[in-house]
């Protein structure tokens, strides 16, 4: 027997395209105009899985998923939406959507995810259920709709409201606190502490006590007894950043924590008991630091529960202008301008420099950019030297036409003489100075260029 697939939308072609493509994949497919005749046909029909969009009159997807979820229906719903955004992607997984796609729709991704849908019902696995309200996010929030985000989104949606431990790599500049931030915020602990600390930014020898905390008298100094960051994330969660510069001897410790829920204070003998939820982040490869023996293989497995990976900033350039928009709009409200935005060179400029720095170097330049701006549009010269000067060299390299790298190199020869010549009126000897070399050498060059006979 065919499976029954229904598709809940309130756009009669977006319905019929769908239910045209279904149709020819062997699926049957049932349609409802809109969330509570969706609701009325999951009940009477229990289909295999349901398409549902997130916005439509009345009951949107995103409600219609909780009501289904609040009866205990453990039918794969996919979502989805033309304006997806970090929170309604956190909520819908958090929900127990089985995925959620973005429209455009791509046909095989949209009928892969169908089918991986339809196998799940047929072996009764039922989705995460969580009818609770996300509470608020925190101010900073993670800006993004490329795929790689949206994979991350799915991620923190699926394991907030577990105590499972996190381990959230890629490179500084990232985002990776906001990551363990909305892990935290989106789950039952989210009323509970959120207790950061850079391991690498404190001495190996202070660590420890900010981690376990200290009795009186543990060392010098130690006037008063004091609770560690453990003590202070109690029925909390503790983001343990740049996990991979901790010692050795530490990472034995925290192993201890993670296994047993337990440690004691430097210089106590005390046994305290926590109960913590863990997120780890770093932008160092760790199965390499492994093989150097700079980090305990068994504690890489008791962080590596789930893997989180943020891609660097150039492997999700589409998200520029969001972020953009948004970090313009924050900055002008701060420093009282009225700025709408950067002209359209400049933000040619963002989309092809490489951002080294990731998400917190272009923070860094919008930041910048307004502060130093008149408005009311930031242009190329509000943009930092390093920016124009890679943009410019980019554009040399891409116009370079030379086959070979002999050629390349006449080329860019001929282009530096021609420049200095050009800026000296045909001055050879002047030009020759400019470029410090002697004029003999200057006319050979030349001549060998084609720039003179």
């Known amino acids: 027997m065919e499976d029954l697939i229904l598709v809940v939308d309130d756009e009669e072609s977006v319905r019929q395209t769908l239910k045209d493509i279904l149709t020819d994949h062997g699926y049957r497919v049932e349609t409802a105009r809109d969330g509570r005749e969706g609701l009325e046909k999951i009940t009477m029909l229990d289909p295999a899985a349901v398409i549902m969009d997130i916005r439509m009159p009345e009951i949107d997807g995103i409600k219609a998923l909780e009501l289904v979820r609040v009866k205990g229906q453990d039918t794969p719903i996919i979502l989805i939406t033309a304006y997806g955004s970090t929170q309604s992607t956190i909520e819908a997984m958090k929900m127990g959507a089985f995925d959620y796609l973005l429209k455009p729709l791509q046909i095989n991704d949209l009928l892969e995810t169908v089918k991986k849908a339809v196998e799940i019902k047929k072996l009764m696995r039922k989705a995460p259920a969580d009818p609770g309200k996300v509470t608020d996010e925190p101010s900073e929030i993670m800006i993004g709709l490329s795929p790689a985000m949206q994979k991350v989104y799915k991620i923190i949606g699926r394991v907030a409201n577990s105590n499972a431990t996190v381990l959230i790599r890629g490179e500084s500049g990232t985002g990776k606190e906001l990551v363990a931030r909305a892990i935290h915020f989106n789950s039952v602990r989210r009323d509970k502490p959120f207790v950061k600390i850079n391991c690498a930014s404190i001495p190996d020898s202070l660590l420890e006590s900010e981690l376990f905390g200290y009795e009186k008298g543990a060392f010098t100094g130690a006037v008063t007894s004091k609770p560690g960051k453990f003590e202070l994330a109690q029925h909390g969660t503790i983001f343990l950043d740049e996990i991979g510069e901790m010692s050795l001897n530490l990472q034995a ?53 789930v893997d989180i990976y943020l891609p660097p900033l150039r492997e999700r350039r589409e998200d520029i202008p969001l972020l953009v928009e948004h970090m313009i709009k924050q900055y002008s409200s701060e420093y009282k301008k009225q700025i709408s935005g950067f002209t359209e060179q400049a933000m040619k400029l963002l989309l092809e420099y490489e951002w080294p720095g990731n998400v917190r170097e272009l923070k860094n330049v919008c930041e910048r ?85």
């Open 369 to 453: 950019a307004v502060l130093m701006s008149n408005g009311p549009l930031l242009t190329v010269e509000d943009l930092p030297h390093s920016i124009r000067k890679s943009s410019r060299r980019l554009h040399w390299l891409k116009g370079l036409s030379g086959d070979s790298f002999k050629e390349m190199v006449a080329e860019v020869e001929r282009e530096i003489i021609l420049q200095a010549l050009e800026e000296h009126n045909w001055n050879r000897s002047a030009a020759a100075q400019a470029l410090k070399m002697n004029r003999s050498s200057l006319y050979l060059k030349m001549k060998e260029l084609g720039i003179i006979d």
């Open 253 to 305: 410790k925290l192993l201890r924590v993670i296994q047993e829920r337990e440690f004691e204070r430097l210089g106590g003998t005390e046994t305290i008991k926590v109960d913590v939820r863990i997120i780890a982040a770093t932008n160092k490869d760790l199965e390499k630091c492994i093989a150097e023996g700079t980090f305990r293989e068994d504690l890489f497995y008791r962080l590596n529960v």
